[in-house]
């Protein structure tokens, strides 16, 4: 089962410092990136949590196809 690349949920401090633009500025920018994080995050673990649960009803259905298919086979 391979793993989705996980976005890092903050920045780092490097590219935080920009002497040019103002506090404010800066801020909101941040905030709408790290909006933008939680969005994909949450969109990830939806997908992810999706998955799991094909594979867990998957791993339910299988005895009862196996019991299924060895109570035709007897019949026939």
């Given at each position: ?10 920045n780092?401090?490097r ?8 506090l ?44 299924a ?8």
């Amino acid at each position: 089962m391979k793993i989705e690349a996980i976005h890092a949920p903050t920045n780092e401090p490097r590219n935080i410092f920009q002497p040019t633009f103002s506090l404010e500025s800066i801020k909101e920018v941040e905030f709408e990136n790290l909006q933008q994080r939680i969005d994909e995050t949450a969109a990830r673990n939806a997908r992810v949590a999706d998955r799991l649960n094909r594979i867990r009803l998957c791993a339910l259905l299988t005895p009862l196809i196996a019991a299924a298919v060895g109570l035709v086979s007897r019949l026939f």
